[in-house]
């Protein structure tokens, strides 16, 4: 069997230009990388790894489109991310200097608890907002993402998507008035 060029995507077999694409979105990427992960070199692996899943991911599999080949990047360097955070949880090993004492050098276990809650709420907070997310309409979270995922101002968006800035402003609104709504009622009812 012969493997599918990759980015051919099974299903409309349109190609996707990965040099394009990752111009597009390398930025973006090593920006979700680098809220999880602390070091600037294991951001630039973990975003180089996801690429080359990507374009493994797409040779043997292909993709319906360049959105659905930019949020499985996005996707996959986001768990690759947090693997890489449990992994070095799990085995952190700090070296002492000499003549260190390890009693001076551990962290207030009370604030190290607290540190850790306000984490752990955020991430669950990131995790009701992206679930939310997917459940926009397209446009709206289009817009959504491009103001508050990429960074963009509303004239960078305007020139990207051909849309009106107002347009754009409406759905933004639109979009985070139904996530504010969504994870308000969850609270509500948990």
């Known amino acids: 069997m012969q493997r599918p060029e990759a980015g051919t ?31 600037a070199a294991a951001a630039e692996d ?13 040779a043997e599999h292909g993709f319906e489109s360049r959105e659905h080949a930019r949020n499985w990047y996005l996707r ?3 768990n690759l991310a947090i693997s890489g955070l449990r992994r070095s949880g799990r085995s952190r090993v700090e070296p002492l200097g000499e003549g260190a004492d390890p009693a001076a050098s551990a962290a207030d276990p009370a604030q190290a608890l607290s540190e850790w809650e306000t984490r752990a709420a955020r991430r669950e907070l990131y995790g009701d907002v992206r679930r939310e997310l997917d459940t ?46 969504a994870i308000g009622k969850r609270d509500v009812e948990a």
Request: hydrophobic share 50%; proline share 0%.
């Open 46 to 58: 973990l975003v180089q790894e996801a690429a080359r899943a990507l374009i493994e991911h797409g």
């Open 136 to 181: 926009l309409a397209a446009g709206e979270r289009e817009a959504v993402e491009l103001r508050y995922v990429e960074g963009l101002a509303y004239r960078e968006m305007a020139a990207r998507t051909g849309k009106a800035i107002s347009t754009l402003q409406a759905r933004v609104e639109a979009g985070l008035q139904k996530i504010r709504l």
């Open 9 to 39: 995507g099974s299903g409309t077999g349109a190609g996707i230009d990965w040099a394009e694409f990752f111009a597009l979105y390398r930025a973006l990427a090593l920006r979700i990388v680098r809220g999880l992960a602390t070091d």
């Open 76 to 78: 996959c360097v986001k």
